[in-house]
């Protein structure tokens, strides 16, 4: 695949937030306290405008694929980010580019002088869950910081030092 991976600018707004939600209804985790209803999934070019945040999109020939990004959510500690918003679509998966997206993220934290990273998701992600443990992170008894998704109820996090 030949696959371009760069920061989002304001015009994949409307295809990213296609993906998520594509995404979401897919594996059935369309749910409320997802960001299948948050407002800001339209407008994910404001979102990712905070300090320490960043949102990589993947895209081939111009189309977009899906991506992933780091963010400083509300009540983390002071040296976590939160992996958010990792999606792709069907045909991008299983060739290695979520982990891809992963690892970008993961150096983007540790540049910025971050220790770990901390990620919100849920059962019916199976694959992705692997993912992350294949990556280094470990499940949590309770989550971090205040997301607002109170429909994640799988709460992960990897030390990146």
Known sequence: ????IREIQKTDDPELALVIRQ??????ADKPGTVYYDASTDHLSELFKVDNSVYFVATRDGKVLGGAGIFPTEGLPADTLE????????????????KTLILKCIEEARKKGFKRIYLETMAELEKAVKAYGKLGFALLDAPLGNSGHHSCELWMVKEIV
Do not use: Q
């Open 83 to 98: 992996l958010v918003k990792m999606y792709l679509l069907p045909e991008a998966r299983g060739h290695g580019l979520g």
């Open 23 to 28: 995404t979401l209804k897919e594996f059935k």
């Open 1 to 4: 695949m030949d696959i371009e």
